[in-house]
């Protein structure tokens, strides 16, 4: 499995007193699962779109073809040489090493992979991560559709995290009416989005997550109105 370099960060900041907690999204916010999986598309049927032509989260609308079809190339992409050769986003593990290791965060994930995929998530994480800094991994989708669906704000405030780190506005801004502060990851499919909650910021790389979960630290953790 390819991993790209470790982005250099220039991070010197104060440790934290206590341990707070931070939910992350996997996809195209740690992983790079749209370049990917774009190629895949790009391979299979012959075409030829770029990451900048996802305007919307919803690829049947984009692909025109039906979400059923889509599962069923998603998990052919999990077992492909595409999927193998997956990347973390810029800057992602270093990131993650340095809130984790050097800022005690307890970082968790709260990814809406299906249950049943698990194992590819785990095996991906462990690859790109190595040490492996996530506390847990939370699954909000299962392809069984009798069982019950939960929203990753839900799954936030179960569990104490104030904050989610996700690249799609929808769980962020659900995520907002339960009191969980959020911070969008700007990508092509939600460049449009504007209209969000206060408590949700905008980072358009992990740089600048971290300088916002350092300059809205005590908005955020500490639940003060700054």
């Given at each position: 499995?390819?991993?790209?370099?470790?982005?250099?960060?220039?991070?010197?900041?104060?440790?934290?007193?206590?341990?707070?907690?931070?939910?992350?999204?996997?996809?195209?916010?740690?992983?790079?699962?749209?370049?990917?999986?774009?190629?895949?598309?790009?391979?299979?049927?012959?075409?030829?779109?770029?990451?900048?032509?996802?305007?919307?989260?919803?690829?049947?609308?984009?692909?025109?073809?039906?979400?059923?079809?889509?599962?069923?190339?998603?998990?052919?992409?999990?077992?492909?040489?595409?999927?193998?050769?997956?990347?973390?986003?810029?800057?992602?593990?270093?990131?993650?090493?340095?809130?984790?290791?050097?800022?005690?965060?307890?970082?968790?994930?709260?990814?809406?992979?299906?249950?049943?995929?698990?194992?590819?998530?785990?095996?991906?994480?462990?690859?790109?991560?190595?040490?492996?800094?996530?506390?847990?991994?939370?699954?909000?989708?299962?392809?069984?559709?009798?069982?019950?669906?939960?929203?990753?704000?839900?799954?936030?405030?179960?569990?104490?995290?104030?904050l989610l780190v996700d690249d799609y506005e929808r769980h962020l801004i659900r995520a907002a009416k339960n009191g969980i502060h959020g911070i969008l990851f700007r990508r092509p499919w939600n460049k449009h989005v504007t209209d969000l909650p206060k408590t949700v910021y905008c980072a358009r790389g992990w740089e600048e997550v971290i300088d916002i979960i350092e300059e809205k630290y005590e908005r955020i953790f500490n639940q003060i109105s700054v």
């Open positions: 499995m390819l991993l790209c370099t470790k982005p250099k960060l220039k991070l010197n900041r104060r440790k934290m007193e206590t341990i707070n907690k931070i939910a992350v999204d996997s996809d195209d916010s740690l992983i790079n699962f749209m370049k990917r999986f774009n190629e895949f598309h790009n391979k299979k049927y012959g075409t030829t779109l770029t990451l900048g032509a996802y305007t919307t989260y919803d690829l049947s609308l984009l692909w025109e073809m039906a979400k059923e079809k889509i599962r069923q190339d998603r998990l052919e992409f999990y077992n492909s040489s595409f999927y193998c050769e997956i990347e973390r986003m810029e800057g992602a593990y270093e990131a993650v090493e340095y809130l984790s290791k050097e800022r005690g965060f307890e970082l968790s994930i709260v990814t809406a992979r299906k249950i049943e995929f698990k194992g590819y998530l785990e095996s991906t994480l462990l690859a790109l991560f190595e040490e492996y800094h996530f506390k847990h991994t939370y699954h909000i989708g299962s392809l069984d559709e009798t069982k019950p669906k939960i929203e990753k704000g839900d799954v936030c405030t179960i569990h104490g995290i104030p």
